[in-house]
């Protein structure tokens, strides 16, 4: 296990290398060739899911080591009984990571969009419909009331990232899916247009959540029903962020960087 990011040309060799020994393993041990293809499915299946790419490859290269080494022992061992080959560990991250976010809505603005994209507009989709007017209606006699700045920026960060209407492209996918419908494709920018949206929306939900977190703090004395609908608003929010692992992307501040250091 390496400590440190792979770079983009130790990814190329990586890949490379992978392949050989698939090719190894299924010409000296007569397994099919859909095993390779397995591996570059789950390779394109990582990266549009942005799964880490350095642990993911340093996985599949263990697996099919642990493969060759298998059949080495079994050779040397002589006739066994076969066994059923385990999941793979970047298989079961992938897995995992989709599992947490299928609650969500898949919104097919455009089918060739990577799941995570959709089902994250899904989401903040759902945030706009079915909560953002509770909220709003909450906040009304606070100084975060709708036509406050702090709230009026977060509007329209909402409405530029969620999809007002069923399955409509949010207008900050827009460039996106311009890329998508050209061939050929510029896979590249494809990518960089969803680590885009990605980011903005997990800047977004960030706000949001500190935004409530301060509410609850400041105003202790709110009706009921208004505490109830911020409380189920700060719930959504963070299990969004928690199940599409966006914890960790917040807007820096100015001051952050001298404070830290």
Known sequence: ???????????????????????EYISK?????????AFENRYIKALRAKTDVSSFLIAEISAIEELIAREEQRVMAGPVRPGVEKESFADRVLEENRKRIVKYPDIRFDADAGEEVRRLVGALTGLERERWHDLGAALQDTMYAPSSSEMLGLDSQLRYLSSSVRDEIPPSLSRLVVHLRKFPRNYPAIEREEKD???????????????????????????TEAKTAIAETMTFVWGVISDFRLKDFKRRRRGERESEE
Do not use: C
Request: avoid cysteine.
């Open 1 to 23: 296990m390496i400590s440190r990011k792979l770079t983009p040309g130790e990814i190329s060799a990586s890949v490379e290398k992978i392949r050989r020994k698939y090719d």
């Open 29 to 37: 041990y007569f397994r099919p060739r859909s095993l390779r293809e």
């Open 197 to 223: 949206y990605i980011l903005e929306a997990a800047f977004f939900l960030n706000d949001l959540y500190m935004v409530l977190q301060r509410i609850t703090r400041v105003y202790t004395e709110m009706p």
